[in-house]
Protein backbone atom coordinates (compact mmCIF):
# COMPACT_ATOMS: atom_id res chain seq x y z
CA UNK A 1 0.00 0.00 0.00
CA UNK A 2 1.40 3.34 -1.21
CA UNK A 3 1.63 6.74 1.27
CA UNK A 4 -0.93 9.46 0.52
CA UNK A 5 -2.19 12.17 2.31
CA UNK A 6 -3.68 9.84 5.24
CA UNK A 7 -1.26 6.86 5.21
CA UNK A 8 2.45 6.31 6.41
CA UNK A 9 5.05 4.09 5.78
CA UNK A 10 8.52 3.80 7.61
CA UNK A 11 10.69 0.48 7.43
CA UNK A 12 12.04 -0.46 10.57
CA UNK A 13 15.84 0.80 10.77
CA UNK A 14 18.31 -1.27 12.85
CA UNK A 15 18.28 1.28 15.49
CA UNK A 16 14.36 0.40 17.20
CA UNK A 17 15.37 -3.34 15.93
CA UNK A 18 12.86 -5.24 18.75
CA UNK A 19 11.03 -1.91 20.10
CA UNK A 20 7.60 -1.42 20.40
CA UNK A 21 5.60 0.06 17.64
CA UNK A 22 4.54 3.12 19.77
CA UNK A 23 8.11 3.62 20.74
CA UNK A 24 9.29 3.63 17.28
CA UNK A 25 6.78 5.88 16.21
CA UNK A 26 7.34 8.14 18.84
CA UNK A 27 11.34 8.21 18.24
CA UNK A 28 11.49 8.32 14.31
CA UNK A 29 8.04 10.56 13.32
CA UNK A 30 7.53 12.29 16.70
CA UNK A 31 3.88 11.31 16.81
CA UNK A 32 2.51 12.92 19.81
CA UNK A 33 0.13 10.86 22.43
CA UNK A 34 -2.90 12.67 21.49
CA UNK A 35 -2.34 11.51 17.08
CA UNK A 36 -1.49 8.18 18.49
CA UNK A 37 -5.10 7.95 20.04
CA UNK A 38 -6.71 9.81 17.22
CA UNK A 39 -5.29 6.97 14.58
CA UNK A 40 -6.58 4.30 17.10
CA UNK A 41 -9.74 5.80 17.05
CA UNK A 42 -10.11 6.85 13.45
CA UNK A 43 -7.10 4.47 11.50
CA UNK A 44 -5.30 1.41 11.82
CA UNK A 45 -1.49 0.01 11.88
CA UNK A 46 -0.20 -2.74 9.99
CA UNK A 47 2.92 -4.20 10.71
CA UNK A 48 4.69 -6.45 7.11
CA UNK A 49 0.50 -5.72 5.91
CA UNK A 50 -1.54 -7.22 8.82
CA UNK A 51 -3.03 -5.39 11.53
CA UNK A 52 -1.36 -5.37 14.95
CA UNK A 53 -1.18 -3.16 18.40
CA UNK A 54 0.94 -0.80 19.23
CA UNK A 55 2.76 -3.05 22.31
CA UNK A 56 3.99 -5.51 19.30
CA UNK A 57 7.62 -5.59 18.99
CA UNK A 58 8.79 -4.89 15.29
CA UNK A 59 12.42 -5.53 13.59
CA UNK A 60 14.41 -4.16 11.61
CA UNK A 61 13.51 -4.53 8.01
CA UNK A 62 9.81 -4.78 9.03
CA UNK A 63 7.43 -2.69 7.49
CA UNK A 64 5.17 -0.38 9.52
CA UNK A 65 1.38 1.41 7.73
CA UNK A 66 0.22 4.05 9.60
CA UNK A 67 -3.49 4.89 7.89
CA UNK A 68 -4.38 7.91 9.65
CA UNK A 69 -8.07 7.67 8.43
CA UNK A 70 -9.23 10.08 5.78
CA UNK A 71 -11.12 13.49 6.49
CA UNK A 72 -13.81 15.80 5.24
CA UNK A 73 -12.92 18.38 3.26
CA UNK A 74 -14.40 21.57 5.42
CA UNK A 75 -15.11 24.13 3.10
CA UNK A 76 -17.61 24.36 0.27
CA UNK A 77 -15.40 23.91 -3.30
CA UNK A 78 -15.51 26.99 -5.29
CA UNK A 79 -13.40 27.53 -8.55
CA UNK A 80 -10.79 30.39 -7.29
CA UNK A 81 -7.73 30.34 -9.09
CA UNK A 82 -4.68 29.24 -6.60
CA UNK A 83 -0.89 29.94 -7.57
CA UNK A 84 0.57 26.69 -6.07
CA UNK A 85 4.06 27.10 -5.12
CA UNK A 86 4.67 23.58 -3.82
CA UNK A 87 2.52 20.25 -2.68
CA UNK A 88 3.13 16.98 -1.39
CA UNK A 89 0.97 14.37 0.67
CA UNK A 90 1.64 16.42 3.92
CA UNK A 91 1.40 19.99 2.99
CA UNK A 92 0.45 22.72 0.15
CA UNK A 93 1.52 25.81 0.06
CA UNK A 94 -0.04 28.82 -2.21
CA UNK A 95 1.02 32.46 -3.21
CA UNK A 96 -1.89 34.27 -2.19
CA UNK A 97 -2.70 37.34 -3.89
CA UNK A 98 -4.03 40.34 -1.89
CA UNK A 99 -7.71 41.01 -0.81
CA UNK A 100 -8.37 37.09 -0.62
CA UNK A 101 -9.58 36.13 3.22
CA UNK A 102 -7.99 32.91 4.28
CA UNK A 103 -10.89 30.90 5.54
CA UNK A 104 -14.41 31.78 5.88
CA UNK A 105 -16.70 34.13 7.62
CA UNK A 106 -20.13 35.62 8.14
CA UNK A 107 -19.06 38.02 5.16
CA UNK A 108 -16.39 35.45 3.10
CA UNK A 109 -18.75 32.53 2.67
CA UNK A 110 -17.97 30.89 -0.63
CA UNK A 111 -15.28 33.17 -1.66
CA UNK A 112 -11.83 31.99 0.63
CA UNK A 113 -8.81 30.72 -0.03
CA UNK A 114 -10.16 28.06 1.85
CA UNK A 115 -12.88 27.49 -1.10
CA UNK A 116 -10.15 27.37 -3.66
CA UNK A 117 -8.49 24.80 -2.32
CA UNK A 118 -11.35 22.68 -1.47
CA UNK A 119 -12.22 23.06 -5.22
CA UNK A 120 -8.54 22.09 -5.89
CA UNK A 121 -8.28 18.83 -3.93
CA UNK A 122 -12.11 17.82 -4.84
CA UNK A 123 -10.39 17.88 -8.75
CA UNK A 124 -7.40 15.98 -7.29
CA UNK A 125 -9.47 13.48 -5.36
CA UNK A 126 -8.06 14.34 -1.97
CA UNK A 127 -9.83 14.50 0.98
CA UNK A 128 -8.47 15.97 4.02
CA UNK A 129 -9.11 18.94 6.32
CA UNK A 130 -7.34 22.26 5.64
CA UNK A 131 -5.54 23.08 8.37
CA UNK A 132 -3.58 26.23 8.00
CA UNK A 133 -0.25 26.66 9.94
CA UNK A 134 0.37 30.81 9.41
CA UNK A 135 -2.09 33.29 8.12
CA UNK A 136 -1.97 36.83 6.77
CA UNK A 137 -4.14 39.30 6.27
CA UNK A 138 -6.56 39.81 4.09
CA UNK A 139 -4.88 42.27 1.98
CA UNK A 140 -1.31 40.46 2.53
CA UNK A 141 0.13 38.75 0.00
CA UNK A 142 2.36 36.02 -0.15
CA UNK A 143 2.55 32.68 0.96
CA UNK A 144 0.49 30.58 3.13
CA UNK A 145 1.19 27.04 3.96
CA UNK A 146 -1.65 24.64 4.50
CA UNK A 147 -1.11 21.06 6.29
CA UNK A 148 -3.08 18.30 5.06
CA UNK A 149 -3.06 15.82 7.82
CA UNK A 150 -3.03 15.84 11.78
CA UNK A 151 0.62 14.40 11.59
CA UNK A 152 1.66 17.46 9.40
CA UNK A 153 0.09 19.94 11.36
CA UNK A 154 1.17 18.68 15.05
CA UNK A 155 4.70 18.49 13.53
CA UNK A 156 4.92 22.00 11.90
CA UNK A 157 3.62 23.78 14.90
CA UNK A 158 6.38 21.50 16.80
CA UNK A 159 8.75 23.62 14.97
CA UNK A 160 7.53 26.97 15.10
CA UNK A 161 7.45 26.19 18.98
CA UNK A 162 11.24 25.54 18.45
CA UNK A 163 11.65 28.48 16.38
CA UNK A 164 12.72 26.72 13.77
CA UNK A 165 10.31 27.78 11.29
CA UNK A 166 11.60 30.86 9.14
CA UNK A 167 9.28 33.35 8.22
CA UNK A 168 10.53 36.21 5.60
CA UNK A 169 8.40 39.11 4.62
CA UNK A 170 9.06 42.56 2.33
CA UNK A 171 7.50 45.56 3.43
CA UNK A 172 7.41 49.24 2.05
CA UNK A 173 8.09 51.65 4.45
CA UNK A 174 7.58 55.36 5.38
CA UNK A 175 10.89 56.91 5.53
CA UNK A 176 14.67 56.08 5.91
CA UNK A 177 15.85 54.24 8.43
CA UNK A 178 18.23 55.09 10.85
CA UNK A 179 19.86 51.80 11.61
CA UNK A 180 20.10 49.84 8.24
CA UNK A 181 19.60 46.45 10.40
CA UNK A 182 18.21 45.40 13.76
CA UNK A 183 15.66 43.85 16.57
CA UNK A 184 12.42 45.06 17.60
CA UNK A 185 11.57 43.91 20.98
CA UNK A 186 8.11 45.69 21.90
CA UNK A 187 5.57 43.62 23.81
CA UNK A 188 2.12 43.59 21.84
CA UNK A 189 -1.56 43.72 22.93
CA UNK A 190 -4.86 45.72 22.58
CA UNK A 191 -5.43 48.96 24.24
CA UNK A 192 -9.70 48.32 24.06
CA UNK A 193 -11.72 45.63 22.88
CA UNK A 194 -13.85 47.55 20.79
CA UNK A 195 -10.46 48.40 18.63
CA UNK A 196 -9.32 45.97 16.23
CA UNK A 197 -5.28 48.36 15.85
CA UNK A 198 -2.80 46.72 17.78
CA UNK A 199 -0.33 48.43 19.52
CA UNK A 200 3.08 48.25 21.88
CA UNK A 201 1.88 47.75 25.64
CA UNK A 202 4.01 46.94 28.50
CA UNK A 203 1.73 44.30 29.37
CA UNK A 204 1.09 42.78 26.04
CA UNK A 205 2.39 39.74 24.52
CA UNK A 206 6.32 39.38 23.91
CA UNK A 207 7.06 39.91 20.32
CA UNK A 208 10.21 39.89 18.43
CA UNK A 209 10.67 41.34 14.80
CA UNK A 210 14.28 41.34 13.14
CA UNK A 211 14.56 43.75 10.07
CA UNK A 212 17.00 44.84 7.82
CA UNK A 213 16.81 47.37 4.61
CA UNK A 214 17.41 46.28 1.14
CA UNK A 215 16.81 49.52 -0.87
CA UNK A 216 16.01 52.72 -0.13
CA UNK A 217 14.36 55.76 -1.95
CA UNK A 218 13.79 59.42 -1.57
CA UNK A 219 10.93 59.25 1.31
CA UNK A 220 10.53 55.14 1.72
CA UNK A 221 12.19 52.05 2.09
CA UNK A 222 12.06 48.53 1.25
CA UNK A 223 12.78 46.21 4.39
CA UNK A 224 12.86 42.58 4.59
CA UNK A 225 11.17 40.89 7.92
CA UNK A 226 11.72 38.53 9.97
CA UNK A 227 9.58 37.11 12.35
CA UNK A 228 10.61 35.66 15.42
CA UNK A 229 6.93 35.51 17.48
CA UNK A 230 3.54 36.05 15.25
CA UNK A 231 1.29 38.13 16.61
CA UNK A 232 -1.71 39.61 14.99
CA UNK A 233 -0.48 42.81 12.79
CA UNK A 234 2.84 42.44 14.22
CA UNK A 235 5.17 43.99 11.21
CA UNK A 236 2.18 46.26 10.82
CA UNK A 237 2.54 47.54 14.64
CA UNK A 238 6.32 47.37 14.78
CA UNK A 239 7.38 49.46 12.05
CA UNK A 240 4.54 52.00 13.34
CA UNK A 241 6.17 51.45 16.42
CA UNK A 242 9.56 52.80 15.29
CA UNK A 243 8.38 55.43 12.99
CA UNK A 244 8.34 53.86 9.92
CA UNK A 245 4.79 52.60 8.78
CA UNK A 246 3.95 50.56 6.14
CA UNK A 247 2.67 52.47 2.82
CA UNK A 248 -0.97 52.05 1.78
CA UNK A 249 -1.98 50.75 5.75
CA UNK A 250 -5.16 52.74 6.27
CA UNK A 251 -5.53 51.24 9.68
CA UNK A 252 -1.96 52.38 10.96
CA UNK A 253 -0.99 54.70 9.11
CA UNK A 254 -3.10 57.67 7.95
CA UNK A 255 -0.84 58.93 5.10
CA UNK A 256 -2.48 57.48 1.70
CA UNK A 257 -0.39 56.12 -0.66
CA UNK A 258 -1.05 57.04 -4.35
CA UNK A 259 0.87 54.87 -5.68
CA UNK A 260 -0.56 51.48 -3.47
CA UNK A 261 -4.27 50.86 -2.05
CA UNK A 262 -3.50 48.30 0.30
CA UNK A 263 -0.61 47.50 2.84
CA UNK A 264 2.82 46.96 1.15
CA UNK A 265 3.34 43.83 2.90
CA UNK A 266 3.92 40.41 1.52
CA UNK A 267 4.71 37.03 2.69
CA UNK A 268 8.00 36.34 0.66
CA UNK A 269 9.27 33.10 2.23
CA UNK A 270 8.90 30.49 4.45
CA UNK A 271 11.33 27.95 5.35
CA UNK A 272 11.22 24.62 7.31
CA UNK A 273 11.95 21.31 7.42
CA UNK A 274 8.91 19.07 5.54
CA UNK A 275 7.98 16.48 8.11
CA UNK A 276 7.65 13.09 6.01
CA UNK A 277 11.18 13.60 3.79
CA UNK A 278 12.87 15.37 6.76
CA UNK A 279 14.38 18.00 4.52
CA UNK A 280 14.40 21.58 4.96
CA UNK A 281 13.94 23.30 2.05
CA UNK A 282 12.75 27.15 1.72
CA UNK A 283 9.76 28.38 -0.57
CA UNK A 284 9.52 32.20 -1.99
CA UNK A 285 6.98 33.84 -3.29
CA UNK A 286 7.85 36.68 -5.99
CA UNK A 287 6.38 40.39 -5.31
CA UNK A 288 2.75 41.09 -7.10
CA UNK A 289 2.15 43.04 -9.37
CA UNK A 290 0.89 46.15 -7.56
CA UNK A 291 4.12 46.36 -4.94
CA UNK A 292 6.41 45.96 -8.17
CA UNK A 293 4.48 48.97 -9.38
CA UNK A 294 4.94 50.40 -6.27
CA UNK A 295 8.89 49.33 -6.24
CA UNK A 296 8.79 51.27 -9.67
CA UNK A 297 7.39 54.45 -8.94
CA UNK A 298 9.59 54.60 -5.86
CA UNK A 299 12.31 54.09 -7.83
CA UNK A 300 11.48 56.72 -10.53
CA UNK A 301 10.45 59.57 -7.83
Request: aromatic share 8%; proline share 4%.
Amino acid sequence: MKENHHRLVYKVDLKYDGMKIKEILREELSLSTRLLKSIKDNGYILLNHEKTKWFKSAYEGDTILIEMGEENIDAAPAPIPLDIVYEDEDVLLVNKQSGLVAHPTKGHIYDTLANGIAHHWTEKGISCKIRFVNRIDMDTSGIILIAKNKFAHQNIQRQMEENKVEKVYWAFVEGKLGDKQGVIHAPIGLASEEDIRRTVLENGRPSITHYQVIQEYKNASLVELKLETGRTHQIRVHMKYIGHPLLGDSLYNPEASKYIHRQALHAREIGFTLPRKKVYKKFSAPLPEDMEYLRKCLEQN
